[in-house]
């Protein structure tokens, strides 16, 4: 037997993109990746399944070199709309800070990771749609980090 991948049918790309949201809350972000990539094998500008994609290549940061960060950063890039871009931008960075992090690194090598997030927050934030304020509440978020580690005091001081 060949082992080939099978092309999915244009019919089933709603039902996948379903699935790879179920995995990603299951916590099986290599079967949410599989399924994006099955996606964008048919329809290779699919909006949702880039940025599904990216999101799952990002659920699988552990704060090594090896981390997809680069794939999931030109996924967000090839994003069409701009709030997007930046939003998720900021997204990546924060999620490869916060893994570095858990992998034991200095907060001092992730200051500058956690800084350009904070830009990438501001920056989704004033193209924000009407009553979205998901960048606002990752902002919050990475200040609280901050403020929490003593590690951080002397860089708050350029964040803010």
Not at 59 to 80: M, N, W
Not at 90 to 104: I, S, T, V
Not at 127 to 136: M, W, Y
Request: some cysteine; charged content about 30%; hydrophobic content about 40%.
């Amino acid at each position: 037997m060949e082992l080939t991948l099978k092309t999915i049918s244009k019919e089933a790309v709603p039902a996948a993109l379903q699935k790879v949201t179920v995995y990603r809350y299951l916590h099986q972000p290599v079967e949410a990746e599989s399924i994006c990539r099955d996606v964008l094998a048919v329809e290779p500008e699919n909006q949702q399944a880039i940025r599904l994609l990216g999101l799952s290549l990002t659920d699988q940061f552990i704060g090594k070199k090896k981390d997809p960060y680069l794939e999931a950063e030109r996924l967000f890039a090839s994003l069409k709309d701009p709030y997007e871009r930046h939003y998720l931008k900021g997204l990546l960075r924060e999620r490869r800070a916060k893994a570095e992090l858990r992998a034991g690194q200095p907060p001092y090598n992730v200051t500058a990771l956690l800084y350009e997030t904070l830009k990438c927050y501001a920056e989704a934030e004033k193209i924000r749609p009407p009553g979205n304020d998901e960048a606002i509440l990752r902002w919050n978020g990475c200040v609280r980090l901050a403020r929490s580690r003593p590690e951080f005091e002397w860089a708050l001081k350029d964040m803010e």
